[in-house]
Nanobody
């Protein structure tokens, strides 16, 4: 069992920046693939970014490319989502997610076409609001 704890959400004006953090705990002995998803009001949950266990393979949704950066510090067991040039349409609940990444896991899906169904563990979410 992997537990995920997010932090860093808040309110910001358009064009501003925020950095979200996610700390996995519990059974993290095996490699885990990490991701950020978001869910806007009235919309389905969608992927924002994913990152491989070694931090060398990032994936970004088209809507955030060039503005968001996902990274992980494995020594600190923390995953970050740095968000810049925020827009009102980035307003959402942001969720940290994790998936087993050991032998037999589907790295192709995680890194090329990630979906909600690919990820097993979820945090409680942190709200990001972008408005003037």
């Amino acid at each position: 069992q992997v537990r995920l704890t997010e932090s860093g959400g808040g309110s910001v004006q358009p064009g501003g920046s925020l950095t979200l953090s996610c700390v996995p705990s519990g059974d993290t002995g095996n490699q885990i693939y990490m991701a950020w998803f978001r869910q806007r009001a009235g919309k389905e949950r969608e992927v924002v970014a994913t990152i491989s266990p070694g931090g060398t393979i990032p994936y970004y949704a088209d809507s955030v490319k060039g503005r968001f950066t996902i990274s992980r510090h494995n020594s600190k067991n923390t995953v970050f989502l740095q968000m810049k040039s925020l827009k009102p349409e980035d307003t959402a609940m942001y969720y940290c997610a994790a998936a087993p990444a050991g032998e037999g896991s589907n790295w192709y899906n995680y890194s090329q076409r990630p979906t909600v169904a690919d990820f097993t563990y979820w945090g409680q979410g942190t709200q990001v609001t972008v408005s003037s």
